[in-house]
């Protein structure tokens, strides 16, 4: 179902493939944590929401996501 990716903007999306993201809790508390250490509006903006969009995720949802860094070439193997 890729319903859910269509609920994440570009920066959303990308913010969370900087963070860890085994699982939606995780990657949810990691981004709470985070936001601690924002000071930006806007990006403080972007962590609210992509915290709040997680939250209505199932994790069957996030799991279909498959988030991974562009970079890694592991995660494309």
């Keep these: 179902m890729i319903i859910a990716l269509d609920k994440f903007s570009t920066e959303e999306l990308?913010?969370?493939c900087i963070f860890i993201n085994a699982d939606r809790k995780t990657l949810r508390d990691?981004?709470?944590?985070?936001?601690?250490?924002?000071?930006?509006?806007?990006?403080?903006?972007?962590?609210?929401?992509?915290v709040e969009k997680l939250d209505s995720l199932t994790d069957?949802?996030?799991?279909?996501?498959?988030?991974?860094?562009?970079?890694?070439?592991?995660?494309l193997l």
Excluded: C, K, Q, R
């Design 30 to 50: 990691d981004l709470v944590t985070g936001l601690h250490d924002v000071y930006e509006p806007d990006m403080i903006a972007v962590f609210a929401s992509t």
């Design 14 to 16: 990308n913010l969370m």
């Design 60 to 75: 069957e949802e996030f799991a279909e996501l498959g988030l991974y860094i562009a970079d890694d070439e592991d995660a």
